[in-house]
């Protein structure tokens, strides 16, 4: 049973435009989300994060919104650039405890096109 | 900055052996993730530690064991290897407060294949 779902496996943008990758949750005990980037032959970059008590974080040209009742979150990217092509995933934790993990999407390509 | 080092960057092994996955970290870390990905699936965790000596299995232990005798380093082993265990294999670390969603930090991957 996925309980974090990235529903787009790819995602074709040109340069200068805003990317929005998608992510939906069903377990309502997550309460922390983080985006992670992925080049190919690479481990993981964290991205950007958001905690349940926001609904918007903002770092530089992205930008991740929380919506919790619908269960869902979003990662904007403005402007969309070349090297932002890459693998994101979305994660969740379910909880402050230190022994808690994170629970990954299965990921979206995205592609950025000059 | 956060250093996560792989031994391997590819590993090419047979079915049947007894092969071995290390992973250094830096950062005073107290926890450590042993995930693999493959297309398609994401990534899945395999094996989590959050001190020396313990381990807990993650959602698909079957076929691997993980040991962690000090606590920069978490070693990943698969008994006896199979050809469905061919996949990128990803070590991270954190911290073990999450306050603040203290975010892993990962390895470069260890592309293991198994002929």
């Known amino acids: 049973d996925q309980q974090v779902k990235q529903n787009s496996p790819s995602l074709s943008v040109q340069e200068g435009r805003i990317s929005i990758l998608n992510c939906d949750y069903t377990n309502s005990m997550f309460d922390y989300f983080l985006w992670y980037k992925k080049y190919p032959a690479e481990g993981p970059t964290f991205l950007i994060s958001i905690g349940s008590i926001k609904d918007k974080n903002e770092d530089g040209r992205f930008t991740v919104f929380l919506n919790k009742s619908a269960k869902h979150l979003s990662l904007h990217i403005v402007p969309s650039q070349p090297g932002d092509s890459a693998v994101y995933f979305c994660a969740a934790s379910d909880g402050d405890s230190g022994y808690s993990t994170l629970t990954f999407g299965k990921g979206t390509m995205l592609l950025v096109s000059p | 900055d956060v250093k996560v080092t792989q031994s391997s960057r590819y590993l090419v092994k047979r079915t049947g052996e007894k092969v071995f996955l290390e992973c250094v970290q830096d950062m005073d870390h107290e926890n450590m993730f042993w995930y693999r990905q493959d297309p398609g699936l994401g990534l899945r965790l395999i094996y989590f530690?959050?001190?020396?000596?313990?381990?807990e299995k993650g959602d698909i232990p079957e076929g691997y064991s993980v040991s962690r005798e000090k606590k920069e380093r978490f070693s990943l082993i698969l008994e006896s290897a199979s050809t469905n265990q061919t996949s990128m294999y990803l070590c991270?670390?954190?911290?073990?407060?999450?306050?603040?969603?203290?975010?892993?930090?990962f390895g470069d991957g260890t592309r293991l294949s198994i002929l």
């Open positions: 991270a670390s954190s911290f073990v407060e999450q306050v603040g969603g203290q975010p892993q930090h």
């Open positions: 530690s959050y001190d020396v000596k313990m381990k």
